[in-house]
């Protein structure tokens, strides 16, 4: 085709989307029966949805989601583990991320914690919602190497500013009182700013002996506990990991 002005410009624009449509409408003589505004209509549409998709792939790659592959509707409702699913659902509009509320998930290990929280966080992407999974382990790593490199407040400030944060491993081991203060402050300049997931074993009346420092516990657990909605996953001796169950151990479903 031969050089078009017009063409040219979208592309100098960035308008790619567009001037795919646009060149589809001019190879296509059927176009020419669409009044002006039903052919700019449909040059928009496709400019909005490509840009629209190119946004929700980048806030699922920044959300490095450990099981990316999590969907609320693959939720294991099983009776045993007595899961409220019209809590979820209710979870699933995203009302808590507007209200900056917080959500803690306990459960013994490959209870499905890490599962429900990344569907929680797929879904919260899906809404256009800046999210972010880390273990607290790496995040506390993270930082303490930030510190001795002089990036603290430029990692922490990462952390800070997404609008749902998953922290898995919640509490999984003792803190020391650097991490402990670190803890705190993330905790702390969150609080009704945005949304935290919480992934534990222990229930938060068990944080306190991590946590160690009585007053640093107590300070956590006041910015948590008392707005947050609890999921607890029950399981018995004898159920199936559900690492197992969606296949996170190499074995099929």
Not at 130 to 139: F, K, N, Q
Not at 140 to 168: H, M, P, T
Not at 176 to 189: K, M, P, T
Request: charged fraction near 25%; glycine fraction near 4%.
């Amino acid at each position: 085709m031969a050089e078009h002005p017009t063409l040219n410009k979208l592309l100098q624009l960035r308008l790619t989307a567009m001037a795919d449509a646009y060149m589809i409408q001019l190879q296509d003589p059927s176009t020419q029966r669409l009044s002006f505004e039903e052919r700019f209509s449909l040059l928009v549409d496709r400019e909005f949805t490509r840009r629209k998709n190119n946004r929700l792939k980048r806030l699922f790659q920044q959300a490095c989601l450990d099981q990316s592959h999590a969907h609320l509707a693959d939720i294991n409702y099983s009776q045993h583990r007595h899961l409220d699913k019209a809590m979820i659902l209710e979870l699933a509009t995203g009302a808590y991320l507007s209200n900056k509320h917080n959500i803690i998930i306990l459960g013994a290990t490959g209870a499905g914690k890490s599962y429900i929280a990344c569907a929680l966080g797929a879904e919260a992407c899906k809404q256009f919602y800046r999210v972010r999974y880390t273990r607290l382990p790496e995040l506390l790593q993270e930082l303490a190497y930030a510190r001795r490199d002089g990036n603290y407040q430029k990692i922490f400030d990462q952390y800070r500013k997404v609008s749902l944060l998953i922290l898995d491993e919640w509490m999984i081991w003792s803190l020391s009182e650097s991490e402990a203060r670190d803890v705190l402050e993330l905790i702390h300049v969150r609080h009704k700013r945005a949304s935290t997931i919480f992934c534990s074993q222990f229930a938060p009346a068990g944080w306190h002996e991590k946590i160690g420092q009585v007053t640093l516990a107590d300070a956590i657990l006041d910015r948590i506990v008392h707005d947050s909605y609890f999921i607890e996953i029950h399981s018995g001796d004898n159920d199936p990991s559900m690492r197992e169950v969606y296949g996170l151990t190499g074995k099929k479903h």
